[in-house]
């Protein structure tokens, strides 16, 4: 108790709280009595010895209370915030604010000179550096910026408004009316010229009726001149009349529109399910003898040449793969419309031999008498207006460059009675297919090379160019947007042709115009009897006159043509010879590009301890190429072949040269044997090794290249053997029979040709097993489909349905839609799939995946055609041995392919 009784002492009773609380409050009275009476610079020193005692929680608890009390007002955010997020924001900024922000600080001054910062707005300008900054550089970017802008040339508002002007200067007072004045002379001009022309045409028109004695007195007294213009006026508007015939018979009722262009039927299949093929599509919107061009989708970036279509000339946009010829004529008839063509161009993949026409159909001279392919061109002929109107078939491949394609052409013309045309494949600095379509072209051109009668030449002139990187954007472009622009296609084309229709006819016409229909359909026929029977009686009197000017011609003529000819012959021989030694000095110079950019410095590196590539990698990308280098360049080719080229004379040889170099193609075969290993592992390296990666970025795409990256300077080789035997035909074709060289090019041609086959077939099955691993990884749930000599023929989506009740009548089942399939033909197979589609939201394209559910041999496999009925359309069954699929497709048109080219498979699956 005494304890407790003690006042002012230094012991704390820690057991009685309420002690030790009034202890507490007695003791900080006092030093609040002292802080009071200390200085500042005192009570200062203070509190700099108790925070100086206090622990990391009293600290905080300080920092907070002070917070609250002196809320902090200025704090530099790009202290506090995280790198990335300051960046960004001063991304928002312009360059003249980020200059004045760089002068805040130097922290702000680090920060706003970034190149992530500047290289955007030097970019949007095209302004590139010349250089890569280094690791440890920054601020290139600003600096380049500056140097740009600095060295631009620019006007002000006042001195811009001397010069140029500005957009609201008044208009003379007179120019308003001048205006008006010049469109009342036009008007003026056009409707006298459209008065005399109906007044000729009234003078010269045929009477109304016809047969009677009057009309063919009429006609006799008539000028041969002015009948020859009355035939072609009445034929102009016999085909217009026909042309009107035609549309208002598609816009009749089905049940009661009548097939008036002939029937067509399903190949291979059932006589009883053969089926009526109805145009769907009327053609008035071009000229009465169109021009038209088929295209293949083989052809790279075939957008862009069907683009440069000119207006008039009417495009057919054919797939290259699963396609027959039978198919093909079908596009070419419902695109004429029952009409004949002034000139069909081809425009496909070829070479100076053969046309690459469809997948497996390639035209030359060994089955160009087939029956297939024979009646193939005799349609196709007779789509075309007959030669002394003017008719003529131009095909866009250089086969006019090679005996073998002029052979081809030769028979092509005694088959069809047509002109045949193709270019000469003779171009400056290259001889690749899509340049030589620029060259000269066989015979006389009238009207100019065929290239400006079909396409836009600018337009085709850009796709030369970038042909090849358009094709790499479209592949992608291409499989992301097939299901959106299949469907958008298919509803423009019907709302324009719904809206031609209806703008040409009134609906009441539509549905009375039966009886007058019939009629013009009968008058028609007998019309165009009467016309072929005219035309006919007008060739033979054309050719007669033309064998007669042939007997007439003298010998002095004839020898100065042969002299002509001659010299002729001999200038194309020189222009291939130095064709052939341009080519193989650039091929060369591409092969030295590869190792003086690639090969030389990584070697070097693997020398100096610091290796970009092992010894083993380099050895696997480049060893097979600087043997192609050595073989070209030291090997006394490129030596020989300067040598005798700049000594041309007529009698120079260059088939030795070509023949011994033949005897050393084992060098390229172990490239293209190992061009995929090469490939791969050159991707390999790139992912795994930074300093490859880096190696590839610094040198891909330079001037140096050629703006070619290395994979694309490893294609050269491939390209090369193309060149080669197409080069080796042009220089066979224009050497005399008697030459001494003409054996030793036969020999170098065979062999080259040969060769050429080996890097094709090559070819061939990489994209096969390409397409093969395609197919296997989008369905799913599929077997193994990759064995030998398998490949992809065509891919087909059908709507799969069932049948209520088979006991009913054909024409009057009824059907219900249960699935959506594709179909995968394959040469030996057929893979059923489902095909779901789903729609991603926010998303306009659909997301498709297919699930596997059957598969069926060909040679196990039945088709059988459905025929229209009011309940389903396109329609035909699949039958297997364990179970049968009724199938239908959206369009006619596929259908007719899908069976024309399913048959063709289960034909070849058969006879194999």
């Known amino acids: 108790m005494w304890s407790l009784n003690i006042r002012f002492s230094t012991w704390t009773p820690i057991a009685n709280k309420s002690l030790n609380k009034q202890l507490f409050e007695e003791r900080a009275s006092l030093i609040n009595h002292w802080f009071d009476l200390w200085t500042d610079k005192q009570r200062k020193q203070f509190l700099q010895t108790i925070l100086m005692r206090c622990s990391k929680s009293q600290l905080k608890f300080t920092q907070n209370w002070l917070g609250e009390r002196i809320p902090v007002t200025k704090v530099d955010f790009t202290r506090m915030l995280p790198r990335f997020i300051s960046l960004y924001i001063f991304s928002f900024l312009s360059p003249r604010e980020l200059c004045a922000a760089a002068q805040v600080d130097w922290h702000w001054k680090f920060i706003t000179e970034q190149d992530c910062l500047w290289m955007p707005k030097c970019v949007k300008f095209g ?522 004379s007529p009698t120079q040889c260059l088939g030795e040269l070509f023949t011994q170099f033949g005897r050393h193609l084992q060098t390229y075969t172990n490239f293209f044997n190992n061009y995929t290993i090469i490939l791969k592992t050159i991707d390999t390296c790139r992912e795994t090794i930074p300093l490859f990666r880096a190696f590839l970025k610094r040198h891909d795409r330079t001037a140096v290249t050629n703006m070619m990256r290395l994979q694309e300077l490893l294609l050269c080789p491939y390209k090369r053997f193309e060149e080669y035997l197409n080069l080796l035909y042009a220089l066979r074709l224009y050497t005399p029979p008697e030459h001494a060289d003409r054996e030793d090019l036969t020999s170098a041609i065979k062999m080259m040709k040969q060769y050429k086959e080996y890097i094709n077939q090559l070819k061939l099955n990489t994209s096969r097993d390409e397409h093969m691993i395609t197919a296997q990884r989008v369905i799913q749930g599929c077997p193994n489909l990759l064995e030998p000599n398998r490949y992809l023929i065509m891919v087909q989506d059908v709507i799969q349905f069932s049948c209520c009740s088979e006991e009913i009548c054909v024409s009057f089942r009824l059907y219900e839609h249960i699935h959506d399939l594709r179909l995968f033909l394959f040469n030996d197979a057929l893979v059923i799939s489902h095909r779901r589609i789903s729609y991603i939201p926010f998303e306009r394209t659909p997301k498709t995946t297919y699930q596997f559910l059957a598969t069926v041999a060909l040679h196990r496999l039945v088709v059988e055609d459905i025929p229209h009925t009011k309940y389903i359309k396109n329609a035909f069954t699949l039958q297997g041995p364990k179970r049968k699929w009724i199938c239908s497709t959206e369009d006619e048109d596929d259908k007719f392919t899908w069976l024309s080219t399913l048959q063709s498979a289960i034909n070849c699956s058969m006879k194999n």
């Open 127 to 648: 302004w590139f550096l010349p250089y890569t900054p280094a690791d440890n550089e920054y601020s290139a970017w600003k600096r380049h910026y500056i140097d740009c802008a600095t060295s631009l040339h620019y006007f002000t508002p006042r001195e811009a408004t001397e010069i140029y002007g500005t957009l609201n200067e008044p208009k003379a007072e007179n120019e308003e009316q001048e205006e008006r004045l010049r469109e009342k002379r036009l008007r003026k001009m056009i409707w006298e010229r459209l008065a005399l022309h109906k007044r000729e045409l009234f003078k010269t028109r045929l009477p109304w009726t016809s047969g009677t004695r009057s009309s063919r007195s009429l006609k006799s007294r008539l000028q041969p001149k002015q009948a020859q213009a009355i035939q072609d006026r009445a034929r102009l508007h016999t085909a217009a009349d026909k042309q009107l015939v035609l549309a208002s018979l598609k816009s009749l009722p089905s049940p009661k529109r009548q097939n008036v262009t002939g029937r067509r039927s399903y190949p291979g299949l059932p006589n009883k399910h053969c089926q009526s093929v109805y145009q769907k599509y009327s053609s008035f919107a071009y000229p009465l003898e169109p021009y038209l061009v088929l295209i293949s989708s083989q052809i790279p970036a075939f957008e862009m040449v069907l683009d440069s279509i000119k207006p008039g000339v009417i495009p057919v946009l054919y797939e290259h793969c699963g396609m027959t010829l039978e198919s093909l004529l079908f596009y070419v008839e419902k695109a004429l419309d029952g009409r004949k063509a002034k000139s069909i161009g081809i425009f496909s993949n070829g070479d100076s031999r053969e046309i690459n026409l469809l997948q497996g159909c390639r035209i030359n001279i060994k089955n160009i008498l087939s029956p297939e392919v024979r009646e193939f061109w005799e349609k196709l002929s007779g789509c075309v207006i007959s030669p002394e109107e003017g008719g003529q078939v131009d095909i866009f491949v250089p086969l006019a460059a090679s005996e073998a394609g002029m052979e081809v052409l030769s028979k092509l013309t005694h088959l069809t009675g047509v002109l045949f045309r193709t270019p000469t494949g003779i171009a400056t600095g290259s001889f690749q297919h899509k340049i030589s379509v620029l060259s000269d072209w066989l015979g006389k051109q009238k009207d100019g090379p065929p290239i400006s009668t079909y396409f836009t030449e600018v337009k085709l002139q850009i796709w030369l160019r970038l042909t090849e990187l358009l094709e790499e954007t479209l592949k992608s472009v291409r499989k992301q947007m097939k299901p959106y622009l299949s469907e958008l296609q298919k509803n423009i084309s019907g709302r324009i042709i719904g809206k031609l229709m209806f703008g040409m006819m009134s609906s009441a016409n539509i549905h009375t115009n039966q009886e007058t229909a019939q009629r013009f359909t009968d008058e028609l026929a007998e019309l165009s009897k009467r016309s072929y029977v005219r035309a006919h009686m007008q060739r033979g009197a054309k050719v007669s006159k033309v064998r007669l000017n042939k007997h007439m011609v003298t010998f002095q003529e004839l020898f100065i043509v042969k002299d002509k000819l001659q010299k002729d012959t001999a200038d194309r021989r020189t222009r291939c010879a130095w064709e052939l030694l341009t080519s193989e000095k650039n091929y060369v110079h591409m092969l030295e590009t590869v190792r003086n950019v690639y090969v030389i410095p990584l070697k070097a590196a693997l020398g100096s301890n610091r290796a970009i590539l092992s010894h083993n990698n380099v050895q696997i990308i480049f060893s097979d190429i600087l043997d192609a280098l050595q073989l070209n360049r030291y090997r006394n080719f490129l030596n020989d072949l300067t040598e005798r080229v700049q000594e041309w």
